[in-house]
């Protein structure tokens, strides 16, 4: 240990360490400054960006020593008493911080780059923020935000008067802790006293192992308190998302099915966990063949990793409509092509984190997650406890998409916590994260479609294979979503769409922004173009031709309420008709940098697919007037707090300012069910919207007024206006309900759906979300590389319920479907990091002109419908389609790497793969 | 001016203690301060291997550790790789013997490197050893005759 001395925020600050120790750790764990962020632990995501003597570096690769005598500053020294400063104000105000896990090194970067140069370019900007990786924001708001600093009008943010909160640009609620810093993440903080975990998990694809004797270990390691193994485990030893379905071992019995599943728990301080290699713990390995890929899981005689699975197969999943041979007879036009994609990781900034203590009979978690009342139930069957034994208390939540719907710290902490009696917390390193949770499912799809000489559509036939790796996690959802979706948003009179999911011995394949609709779309969209092409109709208006309509019936014999496909497709068509010009022209005289547009359509089932999936949601009003929302509904980045806010403050008619929050934590907030599935807006939002109009209706009945009546919320008294009359309303002489309030409205939605058939028919879902994307790119004919140029993006909501935030997603979604269409692979094993796994940086997002299209909904809340998974679908196709134009290349395989494109362009002129020739 | 620790460690067997700033890199310590100068830097990037050392039974690029994260390590270079004066490792003979080297730059990374892998795996298959020494690039022999070399070490070493 060495002293070391520098100045922190303008505080002269010494601390002792060992000099190797990284300022990130020093900064976070010895000094509690956890303003700034570990993404990565290895330089390559910039969440730890501080400045050093006035330079951006990541904190996580200095060591203390190499900060002696400096001056560093991290997010905690950007404000000045208390007051944001301009950068931070305008990160706030232009929507800059959706989950806000990326934003400190954001700040520091920017802050660099501003000291230096105080009116960038958009190019300087690139530049300067090229190191600090964000999977939210799509990056174009944050662009935004450093061209505006200081002048903050362009954002439109608006402070909406009562009742006028829905639909108006109100800035986010929880904004301000997401750019000081002081938001408190899963990794942020523990008792002083907690113990450290982790989690030793399998190094190979399919094994058996035993255990030995652990004493040994625990005498050489002082620090190292307790192993848990699956003995520990008190209740059910096994999870997984659906309520039947608990496949997944939380510690791995006698044998494992992937590499990083997790085989026993060692917990003690910090230092003794870390310094315990894996190879020193006694548990002895048989390896066996695993069986992995598309062809060997479902080959006959293939080792089977679930005895209850046959042959590997999870399930079928089948949508039948009409007669598609019938159909096939009376098309012209008929296109058959194979289509295929990869695992693709989620990739959010910040890994799985959280702690857990017992407090008696019960247990608490701290923890990081997209659905805590999931994680609550599944916790309880795990411990063998009560639900209401189990509390979880959301930290903020660092990004999600998908991957943090299910359980992963969780069920450690709450076996160790619960046996030790301690407070024991975890942090997953980004390696783990990666190789331990879930991916986007692997598709393999072979379709078919056919339309007449009119361009009309007359018949679809689709098989798509899934793989779902080792457990089920979301594989049903995906073989169920995927035939409901697989003819795109398009009127099709006869469809035969068949599903089915397999396991493999690789990473578990679960719920990732889209549930399989992404590779669905992918498939469906080519084979458009290549309709639209054979019968001379431009692909725009082939899609606007087909595009399904309001009162038209869905593959699943669904009658559509709500549908803004073709005002999505007339809102591009004006850019699109621009921009396939130009392109066209460029390529006349271009040489080897070609220009193409594509356009791209999508649809989304909005929340889960024919089963019960409500939402409730309550407010309160204690005696001294404080009104409040309990939210079960988990902001995770894209807004729900704010969004749900809005729509109760309507409910209830109060502004918002004077309305408080509760989120997140199952002891005080009701069900609201999982963010996923785009259902918040539609379904919490519904629910949010009938909690406060219950309220207002109890408030008005109590002052014997009718409907049209105002509401003023005083200190303790509300006062009813009726026209010329007034009728208060004290609060303190109320009785009070058991938790102290003396007033409370409840809301309740549950999206009306129908179970579907044998042959898939019924209403699988409330309300479909819509949208079209148009990509201008360029390729470089020579290196086979893809830059996406700009991209259109409409998107049909229903109703906005906050643009801004509409608008985040949209961007966010385009830069994911980006990343699919072009970069992202994960190959388990291999790309278990930031560095081999690809994901946009800002250089690489283009301007995103986008148009909200509101097409009401009737069951939604003011007609709103969601958004979070359909600003990804439509991207890669919209993509691809443009690397036609460019190329004559129909993109098959996603993502198209320059490799795989340079290939498919030699072999379209009919060389081979080497170039010459 | 920043302070400079105080570090000790053990190299090929031997007790060594120096002093270091906390930017400098362990493959310049050995280079500099402990006059080690088998271990070769060719990039200082982390991308040629030729700095490859053994820290604590890790392959690691010298050149990018930091030498204050030595201490407390053992640490094994190309120096200590002879079991003696006169007489050579089997990988070093069968490298001479099949002329696995020609300018030598890179060798002493790669005899690190493929002794590492044998330790682990005493029968590579050639996909294994080219997967191995991947990280170490060479620019005079085109590897074919570096892949005979580890492979008849290898053979020799199994037989005993
Ligand atoms: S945490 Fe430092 S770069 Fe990712
Ligand atoms: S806001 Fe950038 S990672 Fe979430
Ligand atoms: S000098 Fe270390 S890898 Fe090249
Ligand atoms: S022998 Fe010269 S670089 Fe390898």
Known sequence: ???????????????????????????????????????????????????????????????????????????????ENGKLSDLQEAFHLYGAAQCGICTPGMLMAASDLLARNDNPSEDEIYDALGGVLCRCTGYRKIVQAILHVGDTSAARIEEPKVGEAVGSRAAKLDGRQRVDGSEIYGADKAPEDALWLRAVRSPYWRATFSLGDFEPLKEKYPGLVDVITAADVPGLNGFGVYPDVKDQPALAERFVRFKGEAVVAIIGDFEAISSISDEELPISWQEQEPVQGFGPPVAENAPQLHDDHPGNILAYGDVLKGNVSEGFKSSCAVFEESFQTGFVEHGYIEPEAGWAQRIGDRIEISVTTQSPYMDRDEIALIMGLEPEKVRIIPTACGGGFGGKLDLSVQPLLAIAAWKLNRPVRCTYNRLESMASTTKRHPSKITARYGCDQDGKLQSYDFEGDFNTGAYVSWGLTVKDRVPIHATGPYYVPNVKARSRAFFANETPAGAFRGFGVPQAAIAHDALMDMMAEKVGIDPLEFRHI??????????????????????????????????????????????????????????????????????????????????????????????????????????????????????????????????????????????????????????????NVGETATIEFGKNKLIVHDGDTSHEINLGSLSALDNGEVLRGEGYFDPPTEPLDENGQGKPYGTYGFAAQIADVEVDLDLGTVKVVRMGAAHDVGQSLNPQQVEGQIHGGVAQGLGLALMEEYIPGRTENLHDYLIPTIGDIPEIRTYIIEDPEPTGPWGAKGIGEPALCATAPAIFGGIYQATGVRVKQAPCTPDRLRAAILAKRGLNGNGHG | MAKRSHVTTTVNGDEYEFLCDADQTLVNVLRDELELTGTKEGCSTGDCGACSIMLDGDLVCSCLVLGVEADGKDIQTIEGMAPSADELHPLQRNFLEINGLQCGICTPGILIAARALLERNPDPTETEIRFWLAGNLCRCTGYDKIIRSVQAAAEEMRKG
């Not at chain 1, 060495?2 to 922190?8: G, N, P, Q, R, V």
């Not at chain 1, 785009?678 to 209706?697: F, I």
Request: net charge negative; with cysteine; proline share 2%.
């Open chain 1, 1 to 79: 240990m060495s002293k070391f001395d520098f100045t922190l925020n303008g505080n002269r600050t010494t601390v002792d360490a060992e000099p190797v120790r990284r300022l990130a750790h020093v900064l976070r764990d010895d000094l509690g400054f956890t303003g700034t962020k570990i993404g990565c632990d290895a330089g390559d995501c910039g969440a730890c960006t501080v400045s050093v003597d006035g330079r951006q570096v990541c904190s996580c690769l200095v060591p203390v020593a190499q900060a002696d005598g400096a001056e560093v500053i991290t997010v905690e020294g950007l404000a």
């Open chain 1, 546 to 703: 087909n595009a399904i309509r309001k009162g038209q019936e869905t593959a699943t014999g669904q009658k559509l309420e709500s549908a803004g496909l073709d005002q999505c497709l007339e809102a591009l068509r004006e850019d699109w008709g621009d921009w396939r010009a130009h392109a066209e022209a460029h390529n006349q005289s271009a040489t080897n940098i070609r220009r193409g547009v594509g356009v791209g359509c999508m649809w989304y089932g909005c929340g889960n697919t024919s089963i019960a999936n409500p939402s409730t949601m309550h407010i309160g009003i204690k005696p001294d007037g404080t009104v409040t929302l309990y939210s079960g509904a988990l902001d995770i980045g894209q807004g729900t707090n704010t969004t749900m806010m809005q729509a109760a403050a309507d409910g209830l008619g109060i502004s918002l300012s004077e309305l408080q929050l509760v989120w997140g934590d199952t002891d005080l907030t009701a069900d609201a069910g999982k963010s996923s599935a785009s259902r918040q807006a539609y379904v919490s939002g519904n629910a949010a919207k009938l909690a406060g109009e219950d309220l207002r209706g109890q408030i008005l009945r109590m002052a």
